[in-house]
Protein backbone atom coordinates (compact mmCIF):
# COMPACT_ATOMS: atom_id res chain seq x y z
CA UNK A 1 0.00 0.00 0.00
CA UNK A 2 0.85 3.67 -0.84
CA UNK A 3 2.66 5.09 2.81
CA UNK A 4 1.09 8.20 1.32
CA UNK A 5 -2.37 6.43 1.94
CA UNK A 6 -2.14 5.64 5.70
CA UNK A 7 -0.76 6.65 9.36
CA UNK A 8 2.37 4.58 9.72
CA UNK A 9 2.03 1.76 12.28
CA UNK A 10 6.29 2.46 13.06
CA UNK A 11 6.72 6.34 13.98
CA UNK A 12 9.94 7.98 13.72
CA UNK A 13 11.81 7.59 17.04
CA UNK A 14 12.82 11.63 18.49
CA UNK A 15 16.32 12.15 17.61
CA UNK A 16 17.39 13.92 20.62
CA UNK A 17 16.54 14.30 24.51
CA UNK A 18 13.11 15.08 23.79
CA UNK A 19 9.39 13.10 23.85
CA UNK A 20 7.83 12.54 20.52
CA UNK A 21 4.36 13.57 21.94
CA UNK A 22 3.92 15.18 25.53
CA UNK A 23 0.38 15.40 27.21
CA UNK A 24 -0.11 18.22 30.19
CA UNK A 25 -3.47 18.11 31.22
CA UNK A 26 -6.25 18.47 28.52
CA UNK A 27 -3.39 19.47 26.33
CA UNK A 28 -0.88 17.55 23.68
CA UNK A 29 2.18 18.79 21.63
CA UNK A 30 3.39 16.86 19.13
CA UNK A 31 7.31 17.42 18.27
CA UNK A 32 8.29 18.19 15.11
CA UNK A 33 7.63 15.65 11.87
CA UNK A 34 9.29 15.48 9.04
CA UNK A 35 7.89 13.90 5.83
CA UNK A 36 9.40 10.51 6.62
CA UNK A 37 8.03 7.33 4.74
CA UNK A 38 8.70 4.05 5.30
CA UNK A 39 11.53 4.40 7.32
CA UNK A 40 13.61 7.23 4.64
CA UNK A 41 12.87 10.77 3.69
CA UNK A 42 10.27 11.11 0.76
CA UNK A 43 11.92 14.34 -0.11
CA UNK A 44 14.80 16.26 0.36
CA UNK A 45 15.60 19.82 -1.17
CA UNK A 46 14.11 23.33 -0.78
CA UNK A 47 10.66 24.38 -2.43
CA UNK A 48 11.03 26.43 -5.72
CA UNK A 49 14.94 25.33 -6.20
CA UNK A 50 14.69 21.09 -6.25
CA UNK A 51 11.61 20.56 -5.32
CA UNK A 52 8.54 21.36 -7.18
CA UNK A 53 4.93 22.49 -5.26
CA UNK A 54 3.69 18.50 -6.08
CA UNK A 55 6.70 17.15 -4.03
CA UNK A 56 5.69 19.93 -1.37
CA UNK A 57 2.75 18.47 -0.68
CA UNK A 58 4.10 15.14 -0.98
CA UNK A 59 5.88 16.30 1.90
CA UNK A 60 3.62 17.64 3.89
CA UNK A 61 1.04 14.80 3.42
CA UNK A 62 3.97 12.44 4.88
CA UNK A 63 4.58 14.47 7.75
CA UNK A 64 1.09 14.98 8.64
CA UNK A 65 0.46 11.21 8.64
CA UNK A 66 3.59 10.85 11.16
CA UNK A 67 2.02 13.42 13.54
CA UNK A 68 -1.37 10.81 13.15
CA UNK A 69 0.67 8.14 14.14
CA UNK A 70 2.55 9.59 16.96
CA UNK A 71 -0.97 11.10 18.28
CA UNK A 72 -1.64 7.37 18.12
CA UNK A 73 0.52 5.65 19.51
CA UNK A 74 0.78 8.05 22.59
CA UNK A 75 -2.65 9.11 23.47
CA UNK A 76 -4.88 6.93 25.34
CA UNK A 77 -7.96 6.23 23.02
CA UNK A 78 -5.70 6.96 20.25
CA UNK A 79 -6.91 9.21 17.38
CA UNK A 80 -10.71 9.64 18.60
CA UNK A 81 -9.55 10.72 21.88
CA UNK A 82 -8.22 14.03 20.08
CA UNK A 83 -9.02 17.72 18.30
CA UNK A 84 -6.52 18.88 16.99
CA UNK A 85 -5.56 23.01 18.27
CA UNK A 86 -2.73 24.29 15.88
CA UNK A 87 -0.38 23.41 13.03
CA UNK A 88 2.53 24.99 12.65
CA UNK A 89 4.40 24.60 9.40
CA UNK A 90 8.25 25.00 9.15
CA UNK A 91 9.27 24.75 5.20
CA UNK A 92 12.33 25.19 3.70
CA UNK A 93 11.97 27.36 0.05
CA UNK A 94 14.25 29.94 -1.97
CA UNK A 95 13.12 33.61 -1.02
CA UNK A 96 9.77 34.63 -3.12
CA UNK A 97 8.36 30.74 -3.34
CA UNK A 98 4.69 32.00 -3.29
CA UNK A 99 3.08 28.72 -3.25
CA UNK A 100 3.67 27.75 1.11
CA UNK A 101 0.17 27.96 1.78
CA UNK A 102 -0.80 25.26 -0.90
CA UNK A 103 2.10 23.32 0.34
CA UNK A 104 0.96 23.53 3.99
CA UNK A 105 -2.69 23.23 2.47
CA UNK A 106 -1.75 19.26 1.75
CA UNK A 107 -1.36 18.83 5.82
CA UNK A 108 -4.10 20.55 6.46
CA UNK A 109 -5.80 18.65 4.69
CA UNK A 110 -4.52 15.21 5.77
CA UNK A 111 -5.86 16.09 9.40
CA UNK A 112 -9.37 16.73 8.15
CA UNK A 113 -9.61 13.67 6.19
CA UNK A 114 -8.74 11.59 8.73
CA UNK A 115 -10.03 13.07 11.79
CA UNK A 116 -13.29 14.93 10.35
CA UNK A 117 -14.26 18.18 12.24
CA UNK A 118 -11.69 17.38 15.04
CA UNK A 119 -9.41 17.69 12.34
CA UNK A 120 -9.54 21.57 11.81
CA UNK A 121 -7.23 23.67 13.38
CA UNK A 122 -5.53 27.26 13.62
CA UNK A 123 -2.29 27.52 11.54
CA UNK A 124 1.07 29.04 11.32
CA UNK A 125 3.94 28.98 8.48
CA UNK A 126 7.03 29.91 8.64
CA UNK A 127 9.58 29.84 5.66
CA UNK A 128 12.92 29.09 6.59
CA UNK A 129 16.12 28.79 4.26
CA UNK A 130 16.71 24.86 4.88
CA UNK A 131 15.81 21.98 8.17
CA UNK A 132 17.43 19.45 9.81
CA UNK A 133 18.43 16.78 7.23
CA UNK A 134 17.41 18.32 3.78
CA UNK A 135 13.75 18.10 4.99
CA UNK A 136 11.47 20.24 3.29
CA UNK A 137 8.80 20.86 6.11
CA UNK A 138 8.43 20.24 9.44
CA UNK A 139 5.30 20.33 11.69
CA UNK A 140 4.53 20.98 14.77
CA UNK A 141 1.12 19.76 16.09
CA UNK A 142 -0.69 20.70 19.28
CA UNK A 143 -4.13 19.31 20.16
CA UNK A 144 -6.32 18.58 23.27
CA UNK A 145 -8.00 15.90 24.49
CA UNK A 146 -12.12 15.16 24.20
CA UNK A 147 -13.34 15.75 28.20
CA UNK A 148 -14.41 12.16 28.09
CA UNK A 149 -10.70 10.65 27.73
CA UNK A 150 -8.89 9.72 30.70
CA UNK A 151 -5.92 11.44 31.17
CA UNK A 152 -3.82 9.19 32.40
CA UNK A 153 -0.83 8.28 30.25
Given at each position: ????????A????????????????????????????????????????????????????????????????????????????????Y????????????????????????????????????????????????????????P??????
Amino acid sequence: MDPLNRIPAQVPAPLGAYEAVVLRGAAGYVSGQFPIADGRMLHRGRLGDTLDLRAGREAARAAALNVLGQIDKAVPGGLEAIELARVDGYIACVPGFDALPAVLDAASETFVEFLGYRGRHARGLIPLAHLPGGAPIELLVSFTLSPATNHTP
